[in-house]
């Protein structure tokens, strides 16, 4: 039994699985956690880069070895070589040590990041916006470097001390009981140093950040709504995100979210809507504006001469959808459908019925053989949502909960302040 297991629960597997289960548990665990299937989860990347080390880890032998025998302690020390780690280790190390929380190597425990976090915010647009196109300048706040200690958080040329916490080694013992009598010893960051091992006191900090390295720094930026975008599309600033010593920043990333449009529906590059006519139109035909599209063009449409149209019949306008995103000339369809406004008893009272009954179809006959018993039974308008309904007037409580579970939405992640002008 390895000495730790953590590796394998993070896969989800048993220390004792083959390679092609672990191999099989490492693809589903990726394909469940990678970020394009969870844009909301701020944390999706970093759980799927941890199923990523993991599996780095347990499906080469030789470090699926060293893990079993000394676990992560092991690997940072070389395993079974003693102090200080082989080129294969050490490269490992740099790759995959801090996406656990390890800084690999003599002496150290410091995390090693090779860029900063993406910060993704959540941006609602109206189906206008991403049938034409936008452009939006926003007000933004993030971190930057401060410009009088140049990111060293000290004052002059004052020099950080070591941590008195962890004794310079940036981490601190945790121990955790796996049963009777059996402890394991895993590391935790330093609380007092950030896992960096040293500390500056604070009367050598740096007045402007207060020795934090970085201070809040205003800008204005631009991000450009591309016609024909998805919703839940992601537009990038590169390396507009907060800044930290060290490491390059990372992105923002604008999370596109479409609004419910009053007229028209999306589905991929094609749109939908309903128009209604009137009786007489549904009979005789019409050319007219049936609609005002999203760019604010009316559409002319006439229909076929003999055609009658019936309740629920949809037209096609061909390359009247969407733009086809980085392909603007490109369009998919417009459907529309049909629905027939029948006219009040206002009009009815109006016209000659008799003359009426003579234009129209006849009257259904009498049921031919006719029922034996017939019963007179008054007429009632009705609602049709009403049926099904229980006798108290509830639906299904089933069914509700089932709703409310669908509507659940997560919390997103950190999100900065901007404002749209």
Not at 28 to 46: I, V, Y
Not at 154 to 169: D, I, L, N, T, Y
Not at 282 to 309: C, E, N, Y
Not at 341 to 351: A, F, G, I
Request: glycine letters at 10%.
């Amino acid at each position: 039994m390895p000495v730790e297991t953590e590796l394998y629960d993070l896969l989800g597997v048993h220390p004792e699985a083959t390679e092609d289960e672990i191999k099989k548990a490492y693809r589903k665990k990726a394909r469940e956690h990678h970020p394009d299937k969870n844009p909301d989860d701020p944390t999706a990347g970093e759980k799927f880069q941890e199923m990523a080390a993991a599996y780095e880890i347990l499906s080469v032998e030789e470090t699926r070895d060293i893990y079993n025998a000394y676990g992560m302690d092991g690997l940072s020390k070389g395993g079974p070589r003693g102090p200080g780690m082989s080129p294969d280790v050490d490269m490992f190390a740099e790759m995959f040590g801090d996406m656990f929380g390890f800084g690999f190597g003599p002496g150290g425990y410091t995390r090693r990041r090779t860029r900063g976090r993406d910060t993704t915010i959540p941006y609602e647009v109206t189906l206008e916006d991403l049938y034409n196109g936008k452009s939006v300048r926003m007000n933004m706040e993030k971190e930057a470097i401060c410009g009088q200690c140049k990111g060293t958080g000290a004052k002059g040329s004052a020099k950080p001390k070591q941590c008195v916490k962890c004794e310079g080694k940036g981490w601190t013992p945790v121990h955790k009981q796996l049963g009777p009598g059996r402890v394991a010893t895993t590391r935790a960051t330093c609380s007092d140093c950030d896992g960096l091992g040293e500390k500056l006191r604070e009367k050598d900090q740096c007045k402007k950040c207060k020795g934090k390295k970085t201070v809040k720094e205003k800008n204005r930026r631009e991000i450009f709504i591309e016609p024909g975008m998805p919703d839940r599309h992601r537009v990038v600033l590169a390396g507009a995100g907060d800044e930290e010593p060290d490491v390059p920043p990372g992105d923002v990333i604008f999370l596109l979210k479409a609004k419910k449009h009053d007229s028209f529906e999306r589905s991929g590059n094609d749109l939908l809507t309903t128009v209604h006519i009137t009786l007489s139109e549904a009979l005789l035909g019409f050319s007219r504006i049936l609609i005002t599209h999203l760019d604010g063009r009316g559409i002319q449409v006439t229909s076929p001469r003999g055609k009658i149209i019936k309740p629920g019949d949809s037209i096609i306008l061909r390359d009247e959808g969407m733009p086809v995103h980085k392909t603007p000339d490109q369009k998919g369809n417009l459907y529309i459908m049909l629905e027939v406004d029948m006219p009040d008893e206002e009009w009815l009272r109006t016209v000659d019925r008799t003359a009426l009954e003579s234009l129209l179809p006849p009257k259904k006959t009498e049921m031919d053989p006719r029922p034996e018993v017939v019963d007179e039974v008054p007429f009632e308008e009705g609602d049709i949502v009403e049926y099904g309904e229980d006798e108290d007037g509830w639906e299904d409580e089933d069914e509700d909960e089932e709703d409310e579970e669908e509507d659940d939405w997560g919390p997103h992640g950190h999100e900065p302040e901007c404002q749209p002008q």
